[in-house]
């Protein structure tokens, strides 16, 4: 019942959008045991927004290929299914930044260094898949970029009070809207019909322990982002000015110096690799 009456509060205060067409094709297919690789690059070559997007990473740096790929077919047999269906999303999400105002460019240089140190984090530890960290790093804060959209006069005060009273962001959307962006992300996630390992990271990128009720498989990708997004927020990537905020690395079984290691190796990629993702 609960949740009932706060997916009416969330109707009535957001406009939810719908997953681009494109997008929605591409993760049917995916999902379709009888789709050819033909018919899929068939339909990613109708928008060339996305074979752009996607060629560029499949390009990037942390995919760390010595040859140049060129073509569609070549760049889903490199990233593979699995990836691709978390990339349509992650295209899509980076869609719905219309107006990219400085506000704006903080919350996806924010997603975009979670992600980075998510992947990070998953290559050290060994506890999830490096470019599945990515992805869901990236998406992890879509409730954000939706409450913005809906209310881009509102959404930055939430900020603003955050740096003058110390208090969350959760805290805050809270008192101000009634919900968060993670409970937002939640319906967003069933809407869109995600893949499940995206949802849960949505829903308890700040939830530690993770909750018995849920599939504790889901359990470690959702805690390495967790960490990534305090890392991001004590160094200050997408916001103002750093926040003093306590790093839960020994979760992960890091040690502090692991941790400043760790550390100083993300400052380096996401020099090196955010241009792939914020253009």
């Not at 979670?114 to 790093?137: N, W, Y």
């Not at 890091?254 to 996401?270: M, N, P, R, S, Y």
Request: hydrophobic share 40%.
């Amino acid at each position: 019942m609960q949740e009932d009456v706060i997916e009416k509060i969330i109707l009535k205060t957001v406009d939810i959008p719908s997953l681009p067409p494109i997008a929605m094709k591409v993760m049917n297919l995916i999902q379709d045991d009888y789709a050819s690789l033909s018919v899929l690059e068939e339909t990613i070559s109708r928008d060339q927004g996305f074979v752009t997007r996607l060629l560029r990473i499949a390009n990037s740096p942390y995919y760390g290929q010595d040859r140049k790929i060129e073509d569609i077919k070549q760049a889903l047999l490199l990233i593979g299914f699995e990836t691709l269906k978390s990339l349509v999303v992650a295209t899509a999400l980076r869609d719905l930044h219309r107006k990219f105002d400085a506000f704006e460019q903080r919350l996806w240089e924010h997603s975009l260094g979670v992600a980075l140190c998510s992947s990070l984090i998953a290559m050290v530890t060994r506890l999830a898949k490096p470019d599945e960290a990515l992805v869901c790093g990236l998406i992890h804060d879509v409730g954000k970029t939706i409450i913005n959209n809906s209310m881009p006069d509102v959404y930055p005060k939430v900020y603003e009070k955050m740096y003058e009273t110390g208090e969350t962001v959760r805290d805050i959307e809270n008192e101000m809207f009634g919900f968060d962006h993670t409970v937002l992300g939640a319906l967003i996630s069933k809407k869109w019909k995600l893949p499940e390992k995206l949802e849960m990271v949505i829903t308890y990128h700040h939830t530690y322990p993770f909750p018995d009720y849920e599939d504790a498989a889901f359990a470690d990708i959702c805690n390495i982002v967790r960490v990534a997004d305090q890392i991001c927020n004590n160094i200050g990537i997408g916001l103002k000015n750093p926040l003093d905020i306590p790093i839960d690395y020994v979760s992960l079984d890091l040690t502090e110096e692991a941790l400043v290691e760790l550390i100083g190796l993300f400052k380096i990629k996401f020099e090196k690799q955010k241009d792939t993702l914020l253009s």
